[in-house]
């Protein structure tokens, strides 16, 4: 749990709605989402899935693409934040990332060869083995703080920025680059068809008729920064990290407990430990992947808990980006907080009487200068962090 405010100097993403924060928001509030069937692997379904995946973007040879588009999304964070590699030297600087297949599944070739019995080059684990997204961003940067590479299902990137927030309150770090990266890959879109909440078409996030996810493919890094080199920097925080509240409910591997009870513990804890009462809050970017069973948890609590105040989900424009969606939602968050509104909830058309609550039909204007971005994960992952434009509501 996060107890203090940790500044946020620096923003970077990159995600098919764009190649860079800036763009990503454009994007979304122009309303294009462009989801298409994938380019970069094929199947045998005579329906083609579609997905959001990130164009153009090629992956040097020496690591995978997941961690090719961290890079990229840390490297506009580190220039948002003016940072450059000769001050990163001098400093104390974590990197924490949360990732849920990091790319290890997607070298199918060396995998067969290996189950017939051939003796196949060790070069594709090799390089599996040098793409770990924590230890690449550590290694490419030349850091030397803490290193941590979090795999919790699609919580893993909150889990990585409220975890990253923590070690700059315990005085561990100076910086930390937090955040989390995912790619596509056939296994995995295989593996999300055949439990039967893919949907055929684009994804329609809490809408009536929705019939499940599309996935997507990016990154998004943070810098969060110490006040004390906030202040010897003179620099500015663009916002402020001021509570994290995660929870596991312990009911199914991959179902959300029907009481949204987990979901609310996160909740009310993030909230907690940034002094925020609900009144306060501005809007929340769900989770909102477009399935059954997560968008009528998640909307029957923020009835309850959060009567009135404006959600949203973005993985209509994004897809759902696994292990790098928490972050990527974080970046969104502080973004629209800046620009006192938010884009509308991309898909919804028709409300569902059974959620109790339905996200923004259009842009719509917020007030306040705080807000929640919230997880929802296989596993019974919880994980809500709260943001701010000042260091308390």
Excluded at 4 to 13: F, H
Excluded at 80 to 89: K, N
Excluded at 336 to 353: K, M, N, V, W, Y
Excluded at 360 to 383: D, I, M, P
Aim: with cysteine.
């Amino acid at each position: 749990m996060t107890r203090g405010a940790v500044p946020i100097t620096g923003l970077g993403c990159v995600s098919a709605a764009g190649p860079t924060l800036d763009a990503c928001m454009a994007s979304m509030f122009r309303g294009h989402r462009a989801p298409a069937p994938p380019r970069r692997f094929s199947t045998s379904h005579s329906v083609r899935y579609p997905v959001f995946e990130v164009p153009d973007f090629q992956a040097p040879a020496a690591i995978l693409r997941t961690a090719a588009l961290l890079l990229q999304a840390a490297g506009e964070a580190l220039a948002d934040a003016g940072l450059d590699r000769e001050l990163l030297a001098s400093l104390r600087v974590g990197a924490c990332i949360g990732t849920t297949v990091g790319s290890a599944m997607n070298d199918e070739a060396f995998c067969r060869a290996f189950r017939t019995g051939a003796d196949p080059s060790m070069g594709p684990m090799d390089r599996i083995l040098a793409s770990n997204p924590a230890a690449v961003l550590a290694r490419e940067l030349g850091l030397t703080g803490p290193c941590q590479t979090i795999v919790n299902a699609c919580s893993s990137g909150t889990d990585a920025v409220g975890l990253g927030a923590s070690w700059i309150e315990a005085g561990l770090c100076d910086l930390v680059l937090a955040g989390g990266a995912d790619e596509l890959g056939r296994i995995t879109y295989n593996g999300f068809i055949s439990m039967r909440i893919y949907a055929p078409g684009p994804c329609r996030p809490f809408d009536r008729d929705r019939e499940g996810l599309n996935l997507g493919e990016g990154a998004a890094v943070l810098v969060l920064e110490s006040p004390g080199l906030l202040e010897r920097r003179r620099a500015r925080a663009r916002a402020f990290v001021l509570g994290y509240g995660s929870s596991c409910d312990a009911y199914h591997p991959t179902a959300p407990s029907p009481d949204g009870a987990g979901l609310e513990r996160a909740l009310q804890e993030a909230m907690a430990a940034g002094g925020i009462d609900p009144s306060q809050v501005a809007f929340v970017n769900a989770h909102g992947t477009s399935t059954a069973d997560n968008d009528r948890v998640e909307a029957q609590v923020l009835a309850r808990k959060l009567p009135g105040v404006p959600f949203l989900s973005t993985k209509g424009f994004t897809g759902h980006t696994l292990g790098a969606a928490g972050a990527m939602e974080a970046a969104f968050t502080v973004a629209c907080l800046e620009q006192g509104r938010i884009p509308a909830s991309a898909g919804f058309a028709t409300q569902d009487p059974d959620l109790g609550a339905a996200p923004v039909r259009e842009n719509t204007k917020t007030r306040g200068t705080v807000a929640l971005s919230q997880s929802l994960a296989f596993g019974g992952n919880n994980a809500v962090l709260a943001l701010g434009l000042g260091a308390r509501p």
